[in-house]
């Protein structure tokens, strides 16, 4: 070794030392101190704070780290990103408690096939590149069911990340995007959205060259728009590895994982290779070494994917094997999850009555178990649990009524007097689909002290979301499903069992955070009774959706879409027929015409948007009216709450000493007081909102006096007429996205030209805007003309086998011209009874443009009526009525 080997390391080790007596000579600088001290001191207000944010963000990150460190999926970190790279899709079983949701958006988004690449946004025909540079990829969608699930996780992950939530800063990295809120920055790359938002992006870019991921949680849901969301993945995977096909990408992979914790795998893994073609790339749980899945005993653990339905082999025939390059690659993942132990009670007995059965349940949890230990309660739909929420507040105010200190505190303490000891106090906080995102989120907030929550949902809480603090849930094995019968054009929205997989979900939520207990309200048998798995809802729902949506996306055959499930031929064909019905598709050739792109663009259901957009043609007013009605329309409850169920309502129903005085001078001058007004002032109230041949008016009565600027206490209002706030709070959020769409040029249709000018002065002119309004509905629900069954021809009147009871007393009133289908007036409607009623408002009597007797048979019923929905209970009901004249169905060209 020669010297100046020898002296070169000492040259470095000595410059090093030089460099860092330097650093150390100009940080002890006391100068440099100062003006350090002087940079903080100058700097902007904004700034210090901005700082102090960013600052108690990574805070939070750090000490958010080691519970993710504990997640049973942290360990698989570099296997999930090692498939994904090797996989055009992955298959996750991530049990309940792995962490799934919230952990594989960031174990992907700093992978290099995650990043944006620049690409000329173009191609020429014979594939020659041209156009402006553009960029594809970069962000990762993660679907969620609900909206309540997307904004919880989105903001727990930017928890974790340790980024401002969305729009919040443009620096964010982390966003969502729901019905009324696109909270997203530009600097966005983890972006969770409900199916439905991805389903309107897929509408303006066919290909998603926004992201480079798409996560498809909780599958196992399996609604339609989930449905439609895999069969558009499989498409764009399709188009970008057949060879010589059209590739909006341009050669950037989509990457696609698929996740739930009770999903059969077995059926989507064929869906994407294709059926006994392909065997899944990648390992499981039970892999060996060699890489191969071994053989699974009967002892061993359920990996998402059945015996059945797992390939074996790969099928080498020639019909049946294609080329390595346009295989789709699928490989596989299994996490076991986090579950502490559920003890699950079964009843004794069948329960007869599940409201009172699920109160005697949640007061004997309350008296007899201590805290922590949360209540939730899984109930089929809104309706049910406001009634078990009036239950539970009448209960705690009872409770609390017991509790008040004793008057004399000489006395013994209260357990030795036999008074039982203080019980903690209740929160009652209701959850559903429909209800304002601010309330949905009350359920994350800390319990406060020395109280217990009472979480009453429907199957909105099953999977996603964690719910802190639950100990205890009961279960009513109910739920809301919807079943559409083509043949009758009847949509049915019941109250159904759910499935051993729904079952599961439920009872696992109690086991989150430690030992729980699961009180299911049916006894055992009932539950091995149950189907295993959750019908997929393409199966039983009006199809029409679906296939303007396929439609949009010029699938001319819809048929050989890629559907997970296949629907019913007979579905199908109802969905394109009431299409055709709606102006939505061209009756020659079956395409999308220019209408039906703009109802497919529109957050309502065909036949809703299809009302609006004929409201276009005509004045600003009678939009802005037609909107108010679609708006309420658009939600599942209606806004009419039954006054003698509903304690507000109860008190608020009991008149003042003055106003009792008001009606006896009233009846001493003469005017009429009804007994029912004098009883109960709240239906007097809602009295005055009442169109008396119209559902529809109706609402939109109510829906302007409650946005009326003249109403400034719009819950006291809602109290005073029986109306649901929480509903009317959903409508103005609809109302006002739907205002700002029809504001647009987009959606303005031509108006034809014998179309007549509503003149809005005066009487007459509120006259001419009802009959408008009214035969706007017409435009969208046609089909739902129902007329006096005494004038339907006598084949009608006898119609189908089974639909018209032979007792002519009791057969239904109107029958439908579409179907022949007999029907009956829904009670809640203000058409159940035509008896003339005090009260009503004056120009009711001229709702049919005057032509009352016209319009209105020898037994005071209108002679036609239009319907939205029909409902089935006991008998055919058809829900928001309005009578119409069979003259303008003709006039509109809609009866042949």
């Not at 259901?605 to 108010?628: C, Q, T, Y």
Request: proline residues 6%; glycine residues 6%; contains cysteine.
């Amino acid at each position: 070794m020669s010297n100046l080997d020898i002296l070169k390391p000492m040259a470095v080790k000595r410059k090093a030392e030089e460099a860092f007596t330097s650093r150390r000579t100009q940080r002890d600088d006391p100068r440099d101190a100062v003006s350090d001290n002087a940079k903080v001191s100058n700097m902007p207000p904004a700034g210090r704070t901005q700082d102090a944010q960013k600052s108690k963000l990574r805070d939070r990150a750090t000490a958010l780290l080691k519970t993710r460190q504990q997640l049973p999926i942290w360990p698989h970190a570099e296997e999930v990103r090692q498939k994904v790279r090797e996989n055009d899709v992955l298959l996750l079983v991530g049990e309940t408690g792995s962490g799934k949701s919230t952990q594989i958006p960031q174990f992907l988004c700093s992978e290099k096939w995650c990043q944006s690449l620049p690409v000329l946004t173009s191609t020429t025909s014979n594939g020659a590149q041209k156009g402006r540079k553009g960029n594809i990829g970069g962000r990762i969608a993660i679907l969620q069911p609900r909206r309540v699930a997307a904004t919880s996780l989105a903001t727990r992950v930017a928890q974790e990340i340790g980024t401002p939530l969305g729009s919040s800063s443009p620096a964010s990295t982390v966003g969502y995007s729901v019905r009324f809120d696109n909270n997203v920055s530009p600097s966005t790359k983890i972006k969770f959205l409900t199916d439905g938002m991805l389903l309107q992006e897929l509408l303006r870019d066919r290909w998603l060259r926004e992201y480079s991921c798409v996560i498809v949680d909780e599958v196992h849901e399996r609604g339609v728009n989930v449905d439609l969301v895999l069969g558009f993945l499989r498409r764009i995977l399709e188009a970008g590895r057949g060879a010589g096909s059209e590739d909006g990408r341009q050669g950037v992979p989509l990457k696609i994982v698929v996740m739930s914790a009770t999903a059969d795998m077995g059926g989507i893994h064929d869906f994407f290779a294709g059926v006994g073609d392909l065997p899944v790339n990648g390992s499981n749980a039970n892999e060996g070494q060699n890489g191969h899945t071994s053989s699974q005993s009967q002892n061993e653990e359920w990996n998402g994917f059945s015996d059945s339905e797992t390939p074996a082999k790969q099928d080498t025939s020639e019909e049946n094997k294609r080329s390595s390059n346009d295989n789709i690659s699928v490989g596989s993942c299994y996490i076991k999850g986090r579950q502490y132990p559920v003890t699950t009670h079964y009843t004794s007995t069948p329960t007869t009555n599940l409201l009172d059965t699920a109160m005697d349940r949640i007061i004997q949890i309350h008296q007899h178990t201590p805290l922590p230990g949360d209540v939730l309660v899984f109930l089929s739909g809104q309706e049910m649990i406001e009634n078990l929420e009036s239950l539970c507040h009448t209960y705690a105010s009872s409770l609390n009524e017991q509790q008040k200190p004793p008057q004399q505190p000489s006395l013994p303490p209260r357990h030795k007097r036999g008074y039982p000891q203080k019980l903690p106090g209740l929160q009652i906080l209701p959850l559903f689909a429909s209800l304002p995102t601010h309330l949905q989120a009350r359920i994350f907030q800390p319990t406060p002290p020395f109280t217990r929550r009472i979480i009453l949902s429907t199957n909105i809480a099953e999977t996603s979301i964690t719910v802190p603090g639950i100990r205890h849930v009961i279960d009513t094995g109910k739920h809301k499903s919807r079943l559409f019968r083509p043949g009758l054009n009847l949509d049915t929205l019941l109250s159904t069992p759910i499935s051993q997989s729904m079952a599961k979900q439920r009872s696992g939520r109690a086991g989150r955070e430690a030992p729980g207990h699961c009180y299911r309200l049916y006894i055992e048998k009932d539950y091995w009774d149950l189907e295993k798995d959750t019908k997929p809802e393409i199966l039983q729902t009006n199809l029409a959706f679906l296939v303007l949506t396929l439609k949009a996306h010029n699938v001319d055959d819809v048929l050989d879409f890629p559907l997970l499930t296949r629907p019913p031929r007979r579905s199908l064909e109802a969905a394109l027929e009431g299409l055709l019905n709606l102006d939505a598709l061209d009756p020659d050739t079956s395409n999308i015409t220019d209408i039906g792109k703009k109802m497919a663009s529109l957050p309502v259901r065909p036949d809703l948007a299809r009302i609006l957009l004929e409201s276009s043609k005509h004045s600003p007013d009678i939009v802005e009216g037609v909107i108010d009605i679609v708006s309420a329309l658009s939600l599942e409850e209606g806004i009419f709450l039954p006054v003698h169920s509903n304690k507000r309502l109860q008190s608020a129903a009991k008149k003042s000493s003055q106003e009792l005085l008001l009606d006896k001078q009233k009846k001493k001058s003469g005017e009429d007081v009804s007994d029912d007004e004098e009883s109960n002032p709240v239906e007097a109230a809602r009295r005055q909102l009442l169109s008396r041949h119209s559902d529809h008016l109706t609402l939109l009565n109510a829906i302007q006096a409650y946005a009326s600027p003249n109403t400034h206490d719009r819950r006291a209002w809602c109290d005073q007429h029986g109306i649901s706030h929480r509903a009317m709070s959903r409508i103005m959020d609809v109302r006002k996205q739907l205002r700002q769409m029809m504001g647009s040029k987009r959606f303005q249709l031509a108006a034809p030209s014998n179309t007549n000018t509503v003149t809005l002065d005066g009487a007459l002119g509120a006259l001419q805007k009802r009959e408008t309004i009214l035969k706007c509905l017409i435009a969208g629900l046609w089909p739902n003309i129902a007329i006096l069954t005494s004038l339907a021809p006598s084949q009608t009147q006898q119609g189908q086998a089974g639909s018209q009871p032979q007792n002519p007393n009791q057969r239904a009133p109107y029958t439908t011209l579409l179907t022949s289908q007999g029907i009956h007036v829904h009670p809640s409607s203000v058409m159940f009874t035509q008896r003339d009623s005090p009260g009503r408002r004056k120009e009711d009597d001229n709702t049919m443009g005057g032509r009352r007797d016209a319009a209105v048979g020898a037994s005071g019923m209108p002679r036609a009526v239009i319907f939205t929905d029909l409902i089935y209970t006991s008998k055919p009901y058809a829900r928001n009525v309005s009578a119409v004249e069979l003259g303008w169905v003709a006039d509109m060209g809609k009866l042949s």
